[in-house]
């Protein structure tokens, strides 16, 4: 008999970047296509799963308002953002079998249902995927914050962020081939170290509330359920 996954309630946090592929600019089907295949793979072994998408390969409020504009406009306009591409991982995820609903902080209710805490861990229990847009549904908070809120309120067992590379480093690994990653951190270290592991505010959120949070590789194939089924040398832990 296969043995249970480790963390039977997970959040996942994914960047609006990691949506581009090897596009310029918007949303690349096989990437939507690539997180769907991984996710199922997750519903199949039992575990309940949430996303937290951010909006940067559309929009980001902080990128707009360097350039001028009001930067409550601008982060408004970064949650729009990531409502587009919490649509688009909601058809990739009903386009490989599963249920899905996505869940917006702001009142967009012709496209999507309004975020209530109680309403999308019915969802989860369910087995449905929840795909949590418009970050919190406030500026000036980044979509990092809205994942530790999220995974707090739904008592995730797991917190993950999807990344470019294959865990938490000292360097940048793309610019110093001397760089080493870190097998584990507490999250003082990643505070104190300034690691860029999340932003601030999602870190004291996470630690207050002892989440355990895995950064890992995205793109790497088997990596997700590694970790569900307990490998703690893929990606780095963080912890209190």
């Known amino acids: 008999?296969?043995?249970?996954?480790?963390?039977?309630?997970?959040?996942?946090?994914?960047?609006?970047?990691?949506?581009?592929?090897?596009?310029?600019?918007?949303?690349?089907?096989?990437?939507?296509?690539?997180?769907?295949?991984?996710?199922?793979a997750a519903?199949?072994?039992?575990?309940?799963?949430?996303?937290?998408?951010?909006?940067?390969?559309?929009?980001?409020?902080?990128?707009?308002?360097?350039s001028g504009m009001d930067r409550v406009t601008g982060d408004h306009m970064g949650m729009l953002a990531t409502v587009i591409n919490a649509l688009a991982l909601q058809d990739a995820v009903e386009?490989?079998?599963?249920?899905?609903?996505v869940m917006s902080a702001l009142k967009i209710n012709q496209v999507c249902e309004d975020y209530i805490r109680r309403r999308a861990i019915r969802h989860l229990e369910k087995g449905r995927v929840v795909i949590f847009a418009s970050g919190t549904g406030n500026p000036f908070f980044t979509t990092d914050s809205?994942?530790?809120?999220r995974a707090v309120e739904v008592g995730a067992d797991l917190l993950l962020k999807a990344t470019l590379v294959d865990g938490v480093y000292n360097a940048d690994p793309k610019k110093d081939p001397t760089a080493t990653r870190y097998h584990?951190?507490?999250?003082?270290?990643?505070?104190?170290?300034?690691?860029?592991?999340?932003?601030?505010?999602?870190?004291?959120?996470?630690?207050?509330?002892?989440?355990?949070?895995?950064?890992?590789?995205?793109?790497?194939?088997?990596?997700?359920?590694?970790?569900?089924?307990?490998?703690e040398n893929t990606g780095t832990y963080v912890r209190v």
């Open 184 to 231: 584990t951190l507490t999250y003082d270290e990643a505070l104190n170290r300034r690691l860029g592991v999340m932003d601030q505010t999602a870190l004291v959120m996470a630690r207050d509330h002892r989440m355990t949070l895995c950064v890992y590789e995205m793109a790497r194939a088997g990596a997700l359920m590694q970790i569900l089924n307990g490998d």
């Open 146 to 149: 809205a994942a530790a809120l």
């Open 95 to 101: 386009r490989a079998g599963m249920e899905a609903r």
């Open 43 to 66: 519903i199949d072994a039992g575990v309940q799963v949430a996303l937290v998408v951010g909006g940067g390969n559309i929009f980001r409020g902080e990128g707009l308002a360097k």
């Open 1 to 40: 008999m296969r043995a249970k996954p480790v963390y039977p309630r997970i959040l996942l946090k994914l960047s609006g970047e990691a949506l581009l592929g090897q596009l310029p600019f918007g949303i690349d089907a096989d990437v939507t296509t690539f997180i769907a295949t991984e996710v199922k």
